[in-house]
């Protein structure tokens, strides 16, 4: 919700909580490494993005960890009956028309709040191939907040958090060691091998971002 705005949790809301801490529980996720202590603002980096279950599992890890994630969402998903289940999820009204696009509108929600964990799905979509868009970085970088990496593990069914990165402004450097740590938890995993050439690339001036 709204900085300023107080009301009641819709009850929309509390049931679908419910439901993904019930299913998260049943399938017997677990968190690996913790969510670091003392972070209040942060732009979450998750990967890999492969099913729509990513959003559960992930939304009940947090939930454990007691931190509210956010997220962005088009700005006409905020209307009508709509807009308070989606402001008691976590959702973050994003207008792209508006001056300075989305990277001001959330350097602005940043500094007015008190806490704010964004979460971005970097790879955009689960056909990605392993590359990340670069906005999550951009983001980061404007609202002077730090980036904590977010893994999950299909296989041993874990979740694991990285202590908080603040972007240097060298992106391809960056990249390089958001890719060493990912490929640290699943090293054989295709699209963290991917993602540690495309840094390489944007190194070695092969790719622009």
Same mark, same amino acid.
């Given at each position: 919700?709204?900085?300023?705005?107080?009301?009641?949790v819709?009850?929309l809301?509390?049931?679908v909580?419910?439901?993904i801490?019930?299913f998260?529980?049943?399938?017997?996720?677990?968190?690996?490494e913790?969510?670091p202590?003392?972070v209040k603002?942060c732009?979450?980096?998750?990967?890999?993005h492969?099913s729509?279950?990513?959003?559960?599992?992930?939304?009940g890890a947090t939930?454990?960890e007691?931190?509210?994630?956010?997220?962005?969402g088009k700005?006409?998903l905020?209307?009508?009956?709509?807009r308070?289940?989606m402001?008691?999820m976590?959702?973050?009204s994003? &207008?792209r028309?508006q001056p300075?696009?989305?990277i =001001? +509108?959330?350097? %602005?929600?940043? !500094?007015?709040?008190v /806490?704010?964990n964004?979460?971005?799905?970097?790879?955009?979509t689960?056909?990605?191939?392993?590359?990340w868009?670069?906005?999550f970085?951009?983001?980061?970088k404007?609202?002077?907040v730090?980036?904590?990496?977010?893994?999950?593990d299909n296989?041993?069914?874990?979740i694991?958090?990285?202590q908080?990165?603040m972007?240097?402004?060298?992106?391809g450097?960056?990249l390089?060691?958001?890719?060493e740590?990912f490929?640290?938890?699943?090293? &054989?995993l295709?699209?963290?091998k991917?993602?540690? =050439? +495309?840094?390489k %690339?944007?190194? !070695?001036g092969?790719? /622009?971002f």
């Amino acid at each position: 919700m709204k900085h300023n705005e107080t009301r009641n949790v819709t009850l929309l809301s509390r049931i679908v909580n419910r439901i993904i801490l019930f299913f998260y529980s049943w399938m017997g996720w677990r968190i690996e490494e913790r969510f670091p202590e003392g972070v209040k603002k942060c732009v979450i980096a998750g990967a890999p993005h492969t099913s729509n279950w990513d959003f559960v599992f992930f939304a009940g890890a947090t939930k454990e960890e007691k931190v509210q994630p956010n997220f962005m969402g088009k700005h006409t998903l905020f209307k009508g009956m709509m807009r308070n289940f989606m402001l008691d999820m976590g959702g973050i009204s994003v &207008d792209r028309r508006q001056p300075g696009g989305t990277i =001001q +509108q959330m350097k %602005d929600e940043f !500094a007015r709040r008190v /806490e704010l964990n964004l979460v971005i799905a970097t790879e955009g979509t689960r056909s990605s191939d392993g590359k990340w868009k670069s906005g999550f970085y951009n983001i980061a970088k404007t609202a002077g907040v730090p980036i904590v990496l977010a893994y999950a593990d299909n296989d041993k069914r874990t979740i694991g958090f990285s202590q908080p990165i603040m972007p240097s402004g060298n992106y391809g450097e960056d990249l390089l060691k958001i890719a060493e740590w990912f490929r640290s938890k699943i090293p &054989d995993l295709d699209r963290y091998k991917v993602l540690e =050439q +495309q840094a390489k %690339d944007i190194i !070695a001036g092969k790719n /622009e971002f």
